[in-house]
């Protein structure tokens, strides 16, 4: 498997609609590659050009371990901001 971290998208390749056509051609957007892009992505920080994200198989599951990557690290991020509730034996408790 090569490395996620290596996946670089190239906004230059993203999908344009003229209006004409119901159809829009939509290849994989990873620099470097020609394949068809067979798997849509909406980011939640996308805008613009990248507002929609596609890609082969290969580089799919090169995005997916990115996304899940930082999925992980944002709730890492958000844990450790979060304050830690302590008890205080000398309060007592509800019940």
């Known amino acids: 498997m090569t ?14 609609d003229d209006g004409s056509s119901p159809h829009v051609e939509h290849w994989c957007m990873a620099q470097g590659c020609s394949s068809w892009g067979d798997f849509g992505f909406m980011p939640a920080s996308g805008k613009g050009a990248l507002s929609q994200l596609w890609f082969c198989s290969t580089h799919r599951a090169q995005y997916l371990q990115l996304r899940d990557r930082a ?12 304050p830690v509730l302590v008890e205080n034996p000398e309060q007592g408790g509800l019940f």
Do not use: F, M, V
């Open 3 to 16: 490395d996620s971290s290596t996946l670089k998208i190239d906004p230059s390749k993203a999908p344009k």
């Open 71 to 82: 999925r992980e690290q944002a709730k890492a991020k958000d844990a450790a901001e979060r």
